[in-house]
């Protein structure tokens, strides 16, 4: 009994040693280690910054001294978001570091507005002078923060993470940081957004060194390191957040480092999101780099099969596109007002109605990359192409029609029932609303944009971009904070880094440039969707993307502004706010961005050079044949 | 001495299963593993109706002739009325949880409603052509509101009585005539409808009351599932967000839940079985001396129309989101889905009276050690995240938790049983028998994906419709058995049996439109042949240390006889999935074919799909 027992002892000790030698060397065990006492710094940090306030409402401490420690209570975040925000980023964004506007309650039985909470609401306080009645909402604010640490601490220490997930965190953080991070998109008052790039660059290393040392001393580790080292020392260089060179850090270390990780990731056999998820993500983890064609997974969006009937469902939505039978006239098509001669756009102000006498509610967007999109039209009424297409079909002023006429049409023809059939031979070629929409969609996935000479420049291929053309690039990603908006590599609102949603935002667009008076359309609000009717929607519109800007004049939801120029002046001043009118809940900051007539210059060359129309629409030769319809005019009569 | 021992072995085994990567490929050639064959399934799984896709008879309605419409979206509960009288199966009703305009269904929400029978051969559902009395024809049915009882809204859950009465709820609260999506906001007239806009079911008592139109909003509004027809919105149970309701076998007694924070538990006690048009209501407060249902006049309109208030003045007992109610071998069960931070929810109420229900109190008792300081569940640390399966006993009028939700990982489901072992804000929940055993249906809804209501970062997040053998006495997570789930972004809901016990209705509500035709679209889904099958994995299905899996090919669930990672490997020895730390998996994914199981040991099987 006695030697067993020894034994057992013995045992237990090789097994523990066993352990603990290997402890050291699991990466996943020394990630898990960072984290969670990265999580408890955070929260010590918090009672750090509590106690700040504290002191400084007492006069024991001036406003500078609480501003910097509210920068190491950031600077705390900022060392583990690639983690925290990746695995629980509702937390984040519910309680930590949501963007500081009000939102509605998802999923609750009724509206419920809930006023922002979290670091970036606070920050909005602490770089003005604090006014008396803000040391309550201050602590209020911290005191939520507090509180919703604990559980989320206590859930960290107890739920596993995986390799696979290390990676998945640090390939989407270098999309954050590039996207939302040298941006100052959740830092826009301290100034510090450069130096939190910094501590959040430094953590993805951190992360990554266990599986770099994993790896060993091949030349893929070294590169990875030497990369880290570059960018850090980049960062760290950087004189201010106007100054600092978005462009070359983002070709020199971003755009290698996202391929580069993705290498180690499959070397070391770890793995991926296919192969644990069945659905499909709205990026492509394999995608080697940010910038390009493949970067988004247009199946996320779509649910557009690449499958050996897609040919067939592209060459029908091309005749659809184009078909004037789709309205009740016989004379309009989706090419009235998406002219591939003019990007897609049509180059008027509001596109002209169905009756010819008026014009249509709002400014007809380009349809190059609309389909990288959550939610659509301007208001963001269409949650999906079919509701988008619906609306349409429907509305008086465009084809003023319905499915039961536009079916019947298609039906009479035996060119479209054979197309229909060649598309859907799983659906015997049934002409229905799925099928009606799903070939449009086929059709529009040809339109992608993302082969402009800025992202061919950012992808390292070696082109020559223009001084202007680059100083125009790092002002819309820094000084001009066009970026916080425009995302990129989308530069439009879908919100890095999950690209799961569409931004909608508030900035009084005028009747006509400096006309002093907003324009009255409601927008989001008056959208029809329920969960929408918050007031903070009002005059609410979808950011969209200003790729190929240059071909799309005139500009905003009303067409009221004929030029960049004119665009990027109401920009300048502020929105409406900065103009001197009225306007709650505009999500613009109302002061200047106090950009000269040269940096305004430079910003427009960029955008043009944002363009790509490689993918070009053309009008086809023929369109089927419709029965009784000699004068079948493609594309439509006007 | 013996246990230390194995704890050390355990612990070297976290290690291990943390710390394996799986080889992309491996050598399938020249060698004979053990096989395992999963036999094809002997459920039949059918997509029974699709919103916006199956069109729709309507009745005439706001000038517009009888006709037909695409169906509307967001399916929610299903009802089912068996057809005694003839010879087939019985008449579906789906809800449709929106409120949005339509010239032909009618504006606000709305249900569909159609008849099956059952194919003799294969037991199969299939949907019966009807002519009804008002001279529609077809398979799919609106029911008319407009022209009945006032528009409906936000469709949610509803009631199946004993005999098969359909009441649908109407959940999203109204505030305002703004919150209508209605051509027509004139004032309402109960019996006689606005003034350009004729609904003449009327309630006995209430008619002749004026209201605004918005308040015409959220009651329990019966229907004719045979006629397509609304019967009266049911004035006397008080206005509330009415979530869920039930009937008991005596078709006297109603149970009630209401999705609010407070959220109110109530009841109305008919005089007459069968006729819900006069009886006395009641709300539920634990604390009450003597009878625990304090009644709240139903003959004063004010009262009913302001049921909150009511129930708030005479203390009654609060809920955080009440979903639906269930009545299972005489006990009435409950879902309350939850909500993160209730707080500030309540308060207001709990200092006009109105009391937590005990197990909040319980909670939050448990939560002051968390937090190191007393709170309770008006705080603003408390949370809720996961929700609950309430019972209720009628016998001793007492409410208490069947079945906590989770992770929370402190007390159930444990780590290595997560993901495969959770239950997230529980929403829809009913019943089937199933060869003379009573289980119970549960469907997840959810609230949030934060704190594990879903796997952390890339992963599957669906929410599953679990089965619960209700023999089992203080049931765990552990033993909901998964038999299915939706699409990317979309929410279980409606399930119910059949009550021959073959069938399972369900619906998949708001997908994700990444999700391929017609999954991106709500969709009512049959799954029959439950009589046929085993549910789980049968206790003596394992035998020994050595490294086995057990397939249910019903539930197309591969069981394994402990915890491990395991990849799957194609015909080829192609990596193809990989999971972490599993007792089962799901391999609905897998069309039939040869694959290779491997788990963290490296030992490799072979899986035969049929």
């Known amino acids: ?638 | 001495m013996k246990k230390l021992l194995l704890s050390a072995v355990a612990l070297a085994g976290t290690f291990a299963a943390s710390a394996q990567s799986f080889s992309p490929e491996i050598d399938v050639t020249n060698w004979e593993p053990t096989t395992i064959m999963v036999p094809p399934s002997p459920l039949i799984t059918q997509y029974l109706f699709i919103g916006g896709h199956h069109k729709v008879q309507t009745t005439a309605t706001y000038g517009n002739g009888a006709g037909e419409a695409l169906a509307k979206q967001w399916h929610d509960f299903i009802g089912f009325t068996p057809d005694n009288n003839g010879s087939d199966l019985g008449w579906i009703s789906v809800n449709h949880e929106m409120v949005v305009a339509n010239d032909s269904i009618g504006d606000g929400g709305g249900m569909t409603v159609f008849k099956v029978r059952r194919d003799p051969a294969t037991d199969s559902l299939i949907i019966v052509d009807q002519t009804l009395s008002d001279g529609r024809q077809g398979k799919f049915f609106a029911v008319d509101f407009a022209n009945t009882v006032g528009e409906t809204g936000m469709n949610c859950g509803g009631i199946t009585g004993p005999t098969g009465r359909i009441w649908t709820a109407e959940e999203w609260w109204r505030g305002g005539n703004g919150d209508l999506a209605d051509r027509d906001t004139g004032d309402f007239t109960i019996g006689t409808g606005t003034a350009n806009q004729s609904a003449p079911n009327g309630f006995p008592g209430f008619n002749g009351q004026t209201i605004k139109k918005y308040q015409n909003y959220n009651y329990m509004v019966e229907i004719d599932p045979t006629e397509a027809v609304a019967v009266r919105k049911q004035y006397n149970w008080g206005r509330q967000p009415f979530e869920g309701g039930a009937i008991m076998p005596d078709n006297k007694t109603v149970y009630l839940g209401s999705d609010a924070t407070p959220g109110f538990f109530s009841k109305f006690v008919a005089d007459n079985a069968g006729d819900f048009t006069s009886g006395s209501t009641y709300v539920y407060k634990h604390d009450a001396p003597g009878s625990k249902w304090v009644e709240i006049d139903n003959s004063d309109f004010s009262k009913m129309l302001n049921f909150d208030a009511e129930a708030v003045s005479v203390g009654a007992t609060m809920f955080n989101r009440i979903e639906w109610v269930v009545e299972i071998g005489g006990k009435v069960y409950f879902t309350e889905t939850g909500r993160d931070n209730p707080g500030s929810r309540w308060a207001g109420e709990k200092a006009a009276g109105a009391v937590f229900a005990p197990h909040h109190i319980a909670r939050a008792a448990d939560q002051s050690l968390e937090f190191n300081k007393t709170i309770s569940p008006d705080s603003a640390q408390y949370w809720d995240y996961y929700g609950r399966v309430m019972e209720y006993d009628p016998a001793t009028g007492n409410t208490s938790v069947f079945l906590e939700g989770g992770p929370y990982f402190s007390v159930d489901p444990a780590i290595a049983q997560y993901p495969n072992v959770h239950l997230s804000n529980p929403d829809g929940l009913n019943k089937i028998t199933i060869n003379g055993k009573d289980y119970m249906l549960i469907n997840e809804d959810l609230n949030g994906s934060s704190k594990g209501r879903t796997p952390a970062g890339i992963s599957n997040r669906t929410c599953e419709l679990y089965i619960l053998d209700m023999s089992i006495s203080n049931p765990t997570l552990n033993d909901l058995v998964r038999i299915a789930y939706v699409p990317v972004g979309a929410e279980i809901t409606g399930a119910i049996g059949t009550p021959d016990g073959k069938t399972i209705l369900f619906n998949s509500q708001h997908p994700s439109t990444s999700n391929p035709f017609p999954f991106n679209n709500s969709l009512t889904v049959a799954i029959t042949g439950w009589d046929n099958v085993t549910i789980g994995v049968p206790e003596n299905a394992f035998e020994g240390d050595l490294f086995q899996m057990y397939p249910n090919p019903a539930t197309r669930t591969l069981y394994f006889n402990k915890s491990t990672d395991v990849a799957i490997y194609d015909v080829n020895g192609k990596r193809m999935n990989v999971y972490r730390n599993v007792e089962n998996i799901d391999i609905s994914h897998l069309r039939p074919g040869v694959y290779f199981v491997q788990n963290t040991e490296g030992e490799t099987q072979k899986l035969l799909v049929k």
């Open chain 1, 1 to 638: 009994m006695k030697r067993l027992g020894i034994l057992s002892l013995f045992l237990l000790l090789v097994f523990s040693l066993h352990y603990a030698a290997h402890k050291q060397e699991v990466p996943i065990e020394k990630v898990k280690g960072y984290y969670v006492s990265g999580l408890e710094d955070l929260h010590s940090s918090l009672k750090q910054f509590q106690n700040s306030i504290r002191e400084c409402r007492m006069g024991r401490q001036g406003q500078s001294e609480l501003q910097q420690s509210f920068a190491n209570l950031r600077f705390s975040y900022k060392k583990i978001e690639f983690l925290l925000d990746y695995l629980q980023p509702q937390d984040v964004k519910d309680h930590l570091n949501g963007a500081p506007l009000p939102k509605t309650e998802r999923n609750a039985p009724r509206l419920v507005v809930l006023e922002p909470k979290g670091m970036q609401k606070i920050e909005e306080l602490l770089y003005d002078p604090l006014l008396p009645e803000q040391w309550k909402e201050l602590q209020d604010l911290t005191k939520a923060m507090d509180y919703q640490l604990t559980p989320i601490i206590a859930f960290a220490k107890r739920s596993p993470i995986s390799d696979r997930q290390v990676f998945e965190a640090v390939r989407i953080a270098l999309v954050r940081i590039m996207s939302m991070g040298i941006t100052g998109f959740d830092t826009p008052a301290s100034s510090n957004a450069i130096k939190e790039s910094a501590v959040a660059w430094e953590s993805l290393s951190i992360g990554l060194e266990p599986y770099c040392q994993k790896l060993g001393e091949a030349n893929l580790a070294q590169e990875i390191k030497l990369k880290w080292q570059g960018g850090l020392e980049t960062l760290k260089a950087a004189k201010d957040f106007d100054s600092f060179d978005r462009l070359n850090f983002i070709r020199q270390y971003v755009e290698p480092l996202y391929g580069l990780c993705l290498d180690l990731h499959l070397k070391l056999a770890y793995e991926t999101a296919s192969e644990v998820y069945r659905g499909q993500l709205p990026f492509n983890y394999r995608a080697s780099s940010i910038f390009s064609e493949d970067f988004f997974n247009l199946q996320y969006y779509t649910g557009l099969k690449p499958d050996a009937h897609l040919k067939a469902k592209v060459k029908l939505g091309r005749m659809l596109f184009f078909e004037p039978a789709l309205s009740a006239n016989f004379e309009r098509s989706c090419a009235s007002c998406h002219d591939p001669k003019k990007a897609f756009a049509d180059g008027r102000a509001k596109s002209l109605a169905f009756d010819q006498k008026g014009t249509v509610d709002r400014n007809a967007p380009s349809l190059y990359n609309a389909l990288y999109a959550e939610k659509f039209f301007h208001d963001l009424r269409a949650d999906r192409m079919e509701a988008q297409m619906e609306h349409v079909i429907f509305n008086e002023k465009e084809f003023a029609t319905n499915y039961h006429t536009i079916f019947a049409r298609l039906e009479s023809s035996e060119e479209y029932r054979r197309m229909f059939k060649e598309a859907f031979p799983d659906f015997n070629g049934a002409i229905n609303r799925h099928s009606l929409s799903e070939a449009m969609v086929a059709y529009l996935s040809g339109l992608k944009s993302f082969n402009s000479p800025v992202d061919r420049y950012l992808r390292g291929d070696e082109i020559v971009l223009s001084e202007e053309v680059k100083q125009g690039f790092n002002l819309f990603m820094g000084k001009a904070a066009c970026a916080t908006c425009h995302f990129a590599p989308s530069f439009s609102g879908l919100v890095p880094p999950w690209f799961e949603e569409n931004e909608s935002e508030v900035l009084g667009v005028l009747k006509k440039p400096l006309a002093n008076e907003i324009d009255g359309d409601w927008g989001r609000y008056k959208n029809g969707v329920v969960q929408d009717e918050a007031p903070f929607y009002k005059h609410s519109f979808k950011t969209p993307t200003v790729r190929n800007v240059a071909y799309t004049a005139p500009y905003f939801h009303n067409g009221a502004y004929p030029d960049l120029a004119s665009v990027l002046e109401f920009y300048n001043h502020g929105g409406a706010l900065g103009l001197g009118l009225e306007l709650p809940n505009q999500t613009l900051p109302a002061d200047s961005l106090g950009l000269d007539s040269a940096e305004l210059k430079a910003l427009e060359v960029f955008m043009e050079a944002l363009s790509d129309t490689t993918n070009r629409g053309a009008y086809p030769l023929n369109l089927p044949q419709l029965p009784g319809r000699p004068q079948h005019l493609i594309g439509g009569k006007y």
